[in-house]
Nanobody, 115 residues
Framework: QVQLVESGGGLVQAGGSLRLSCAASGSTSSFATMGWYRQAPGTQRDLVAFITSGGSINYADSVKGRFTISRDIAKNTVTLQMNSLKPEDTAVYYC?????????WGQGTQVTVSS
């Protein structure tokens, strides 16, 4: 099992910044892909960004140029720096930890962007 603990959500005005962090513990692996998804009320959970163990990164089109994902493999952490936030970024953000046969989710952290 892998446990994920997220931190850094909150309320911010449009144009502001937030930084989300996620720490993994338990049966972790340096080969895992880590990332962030988000889910707004009444919608499906969508990918925000992920980063592989080799450092490959993928962003959702809606966040490209505004969000930056990074990770520390030795510390089993992943960070999402969110700049130029928009009201449409409001959602619960979930940390994801993925291996070929295992997939884990954090408990979620609320991000609210006011206009």
């Amino acid at each position: 099992q892998v446990q994920l603990v997220e931190s850094g959500g909150g309320l911010v005005q449009a144009g502001g910044s937030l930084r989300l962090s996620c720490a993994a513990s338990g049966s972790t692996s340096s080969f895992a892909t880590m990332g962030w998804y988000r889910q707004a009320p009444g919608t499906q959970r969508d990918l925000v960004a992920f980063i592989t163990s080799g450092g490959s990164i993928n962003y959702a089109d809606s966040v490209k140029g505004r969000f930056t994902i990074s990770r520390d493999i030795a510390k089993n952490t992943v960070t999402l720096q969110m700049n130029s936030l928009k009201p449409e970024d409001t959602a619960v953000y979930y940390c994801n930890y993925r291996l070929p046969l295992r997939n884990y989710w954090g408990q979620g952290t609320q991000v609210t962007v006011s206009s």
